[in-house]
């Protein structure tokens, strides 16, 4: 059974740090692109993040570049997204997200997603 695992979500004050991970199961990581998205109250979900199945390129959405990190990890089969100098805006829950062989612009399609993960909440307090 195919599960994608997400760990490091909580509530965190505007300018700190988070971690999230999100440890995959059930399908050839390799060949995989992932990454991740967000969804606020009262909003639609919106693509954060992702990197590529093969070169690990890396893409983000304006509101993040430059704060978040998203990085693999193949031995482990996690992916993961580094969150620096939160704001309340960031308060979402987060989804991580798996597609085969996927450019990581195509990746932002949602209706291409192989795979989803439960999602994990993060609060940003002003």
């Known amino acids: 059974q195919v599960q994608l695992v997400e760990s490091g979500g909580g509530l965190v004050q505007a300018g700190g740090s988070l971690r999230l991970a999100c440890t995959a199961s059930?399908?050839?990581?390799?060949?995989?692109?992932m990454g991740w998205f967000r969804q606020a109250p009262g909003k639609e979900r919106e693509f954060v993040a992702a990197?590529?199945?093969?070169?690990?390129?890396?893409y983000y959405a304006d509101s993040v570049k430059g704060r978040f990190t998203v990085s693999r990890d193949n031995a482990k089969n996690t992916c993961y997204l580094q969150m620096s100098s939160l704001k309340p805006v960031d308060t979402a829950i987060y989804y991580c997200?798996?597609?085969?062989?996927?450019?990581?612009?195509?990746?932002?399609?949602?209706?291409?997603?192989?795979?989803w993960g439960q999602g994990t909440q993060v609060t940003v307090s002003s």
């Open positions: 997200a798996g597609r085969e062989l996927s450019s990581v612009a195509a990746f932002q399609q949602t209706s291409g997603t192989n795979y």
């Open positions: 059930g399908f050839i990581f390799e060949r995989y692109t």
């Open positions: 990197v590529h199945w093969s070169s690990s390129a890396t």
